[in-house]
């Protein structure tokens, strides 16, 4: 039986380097007298981490590599022990990647009924930065799952039905990811759409107010220019007739406008 003493002396340096990184990606590697088997997970505590976690799997047992003691510990079983390891793990971020649905459709049920708040797009942000990070480990990790199927298939002692199932577990967080991906990037688009919308009403509201008092800015402009024979400059009711020309050319152009955005709500419809 190998003792832990003898598993260390037997793996190659570079390998412990592999094994002491905590963010290596997912990798199976196969070796003379031994395999490596590192597994890279989203860890969900307090915030999303990522976190590898690595084995050694000999021919007669498996063995976690303690990243904080910095040495191996047996996990017996030459392919039982890494499963109940994975297994837990996959399970978590399973039910973790299964409650984003509903955090979408929170989202999207707020930006139909027009009440998304300011922070609509931090919280945009925070679930894609999260979720594009899991379908983009996954990917890495069930494609090394499915390696490892491959390869001890043959072997009568290999519990294939359970490393299947780690595998479409990993396969199955990879899907889920993709689908809640494109429905983020179809609210974004809505939410874009919207707010796009408001801003052209803002526009055209704006411009109509500008064409309404153009005219009367060009007829304080003219009355305030420095010079002689301007009309009503030496009439007493002077003020009152600069005023009713004002008031004339705000109904003028007001009626204009009106007429004009009557026949454009007609045209589109």
């Not at 689908?179 to 939410?191: A, E, R, T, V």
């Given at each position: 039986?190998?003792?832990?003493?003898?598993?260390?002396?037997?793996?190659?340096?570079?390998?412990?380097?592999?094994?002491?990184?905590?963010?290596?990606?997912?990798?199976?590697?196969?070796?003379?007298?031994?395999?490596?088997?590192?597994?890279?997970?989203?860890?969900?505590?307090?915030?999303?981490?990522?976190?590898?976690?690595?084995?050694?799997?000999?021919?007669?047992?498996?063995?976690?590599?303690?990243?904080?003691?910095?040495?191996?510990?047996?996990?017996?079983?030459?392919?039982?022990?890494?499963?109940?390891?994975?297994?837990?793990?996959?399970?978590?971020?399973?039910?973790?990647?299964?409650?984003?649905?509903?955090?979408?459709?929170?989202?999207?049920?707020?930006?139909?009924?027009?009440?998304?708040?300011?922070?609509?797009?931090?919280?945009?942000?925070?679930?894609?930065?999260?979720?594009?990070?899991?379908?983009?480990?996954?990917?890495?990790?069930?494609?090394?799952?499915?390696?490892?199927?491959?390869?001890?298939?043959?072997?009568?002692?290999?519990?294939?039905?359970?490393?299947?199932d780690l595998h479409?577990?990993?396969?199955?967080?990879?899907?889920?990811?993709?689908?809640?991906?494109?429905?983020?990037?179809?609210?974004?688009?809505?939410?874009?759409?919207?707010?796009n919308e408001k801003?052209?009403?803002?526009?055209?509201?704006?411009?109509?107010?500008?064409?309404?008092?153009?005219?009367?800015?060009?007829?304080?402009?003219?009355?305030?220019?420095?010079?002689?024979?301007?009309?009503?400059?030496?009439?007493?009711?002077?003020?009152?007739?600069?005023?009713?020309?004002?008031?004339?050319?705000?109904?003028?152009?007001?009626?204009?406008?009106?007429?004009?955005?009557?026949?454009?709500?007609?045209?589109?419809?």
């Open positions: 039986m190998t003792s832990s003493y003898d598993i260390t002396s037997l793996i190659n340096d570079l390998h412990h380097e592999d094994l002491r990184n905590e963010s290596h990606p997912s990798l199976f590697d196969v070796n003379p007298g031994y395999d490596m088997l590192i597994i890279r997970l989203p860890i969900f505590d307090e915030s999303l981490r990522i976190e590898s976690v690595g084995f050694i799997i000999t021919e007669e047992r498996s063995y976690l590599y303690d990243k904080s003691a910095g040495k191996f510990k047996s996990l017996g079983d030459r392919f039982d022990g890494p499963y109940r390891t994975i297994d837990p793990l996959l399970d978590k971020l399973l039910r973790t990647v299964s409650a984003y649905p509903d955090q979408i459709a929170d989202m999207e049920e707020l930006l139909y009924a027009d009440r998304a708040g300011s922070d609509f797009m931090t919280d945009w942000l925070g679930l894609k930065r999260d979720i594009l990070r899991i379908e983009r480990i996954m990917i890495r990790t069930a494609e090394t799952l499915k390696e490892v199927v491959e390869y001890y298939e043959p072997l009568t002692a290999f519990p294939v039905d359970n490393y299947a479409e577990h990993a396969d199955r967080i990879v899907r889920s990811a993709t689908l809640q991906l494109s429905k983020l990037d179809y609210i974004n688009n809505f939410h874009s759409a919207r707010t801003m052209n009403r803002m526009i055209y509201l704006l411009t109509i107010i500008s064409a309404i008092f153009l005219p009367l800015n060009l007829v304080v402009g003219f009355f305030g220019m420095n010079t002689g024979g301007l009309p009503f400059s030496h009439d007493d009711n002077g003020t009152i007739g600069a005023v009713a020309l004002m008031l004339t050319l705000f109904v003028i152009t007001s009626g204009i406008l009106y007429v004009w955005h009557d026949k454009r709500v007609k045209t589109t419809e």
